[in-house]
Structure formats: structure tokens, C-alpha cells
């Protein structure tokens, strides 16, 4: 059974702290996005990688949000240093670049106090 | 950039009717996926629509890609309290560097009464 896979599923932290969010795609996937969902904005696109590559992350704040993926088999999200304002549920999604299908994972829930 | 309409915002509906949701947007798209979320969990691919005019069914949902490809629809026949959840549309478009990106709508929240 083929899943995205997201590290934590909670975080609760202080302002100021550092956060950083772990996925996992499907095995096999080249595409890989990072989402923040809020009740105001709904689903955001923050960054968008093609095998590996960055190729958009031009709805993240530069100076505190980075997205890496090490491999194929780990994508990351961090905050430095974390806001209140940062508060949210964060996706991974990922899919073939042949494909406009994203599938997500189960999301992390980040608490900024 | 591009939005989408999602409407209606909820419903409130009784086990055993049909429901019906809609998005439009004043872009075309040349992908239309609708999506449902559980409380705490990700959204989980429903159906996905690639052809204007197309109409696709998974089970008791229907989808259809609007002809003018700038709306779609989705339909649950005979929805079970399971059904609640909310339901997002999401349309495809290739930007000018080559790759794409979905926009999502805001999202139609479902309650079923039993």
C-alpha cells in the first residue's frame, strides 16, 4: 500500500524555535510538493521539486522557510526561526511528472506558541 | 494567478440524497481532480477528470470536466454518513516553464444526517 509518509504529525513549539518537517514519497514518484492548509488561505502551494530539483518555491517566505530533498526518498520543510503566524497543517504531496495527480500524506499539524 | 469558485461553501444533507457541487474559474485548465478530506488527514484523490466534456465515475460519484474547461462538477448519489468530509476541486495548468501546478478550490464542506 503505496503512501506519502509525514514526520511529525504534530508539532507544538515556541516562537523563535526551529521546526523541521519530514516526507517521505511514494517510491517511484519524481514530483514532490510542500502545502500549508489554513482555515483563511485553504491549500497553498510553498515549493515544488522535479526529481529532486527545486523548481518553484515562490510561495515561501524566503527568509525563514528552506526546502531541501537530501534523496528521492526524503523531502524537507523547515522554519527558522518559527512565527505564531507559522501555525498550520503542512502537506507533502507527490505524483509523476507525467501526471497532474498529487497524492498527499497525512499532513503535520504545527503549533507556534 | 488563477482561483477557483467552489461552491456550495456546505451542506447539511440527509442519508440517502443526492448531492451536487460545482467550481468555476474565469482560467482554463486542462485538468480537473476533486479530492475528499477526513478530520486530521490528507486529502485522498477521488477522481480525475483530463478531457473537456469528459465524465467519469468512481462508485456513487460523478464527475464531469465542463466543455468550456473552465468548470467541473462533482455528484454523490445516495450519500452514507461516511461521506462527510470535505470535498476539494483542484484544476491542472501548465505554466509557460514547462511544468504544473494544481489550484485548489476553498473547499465544500458535507454533513449527513443519519
Known amino acids: 500500500d503505496a503512501r506519502v509518509t509525514q514526520t511529525p504529525r504534530h508539532k507544538v513549539t515556541e516562537m523563535g524555535q526551529e521546526v523541521t518537517m519530514r516526507c517521505q514519497p511514494i517510491?517511484?514518484?519524481?514530483?514532490v510538493f510542500w502545502y500549508r492548509q489554513t482555515m483563511m488561505q485553504g491549500l497553498e502551494l510553498l515549493a515544488y521539486f522535479r526529481n529532486r530539483a527545486p523548481l518553484d518555491d515562490s510561495g515561501m517566505p524566503k527568509d525563514r522557510f528552506s526546502a531541501e530533498m537530501p534523496d528521492a526518498t526524503l523531502a524537507t520543510l523547515k522554519i527558522q526561526p518559527s512565527e505564531p503566524r507559522d501555525s498550520a497543517v503542512y502537506f507533502c504531496a507527490s505524483g509523476f511528472e507525467s501526471s497532474y495527480e498529487q497524492y498527499f500524506g497525512p499532513g503535520t499539524r504545527l503549533t507556534v506558541t | 494567478g488563477q482561483q477557483l469558485n467552489q461552491s456550495p461553501q456546505s451542506m447539511f444533507i440527509q442519508e440517502g440524497e443526492d448531492v451536487s457541487m460545482n467550481c468555476t474559474s474565469s482560467s482554463i485548465f486542462n485538468t480537473w481532480l476533486w479530492y475528499k478530506q477526513d478530520p486530521g488527514e490528507g486529502p485522498v484523490l477521488l477522481i480525475a477528470l483530463y478531457k473537456a466534456g469528459e465524465l467519469t465515475s468512481n462508485g456513487r460519484l460523478t464527475a464531469q470536466f465542463g466543455i468550456t474547461r473552465k468548470d467541473s462538477f462533482l455528484n454523490i448519489s445516495a450519500s452514507i454518513p461516511s461521506d462527510v468530509g470535505i470535498y476539494f476541486c483542484a484544476g491542472a495548468l501548465i505554466m509557460n516553464s514547462g511544468y504544473s501546478t494544481l489550484t485548489f478550490g476553498k473547499g465544500t464542506m458535507l454533513l449527513v444526517s443519519p
Open positions: 517510491l517511484g514518484h519524481n514530483t
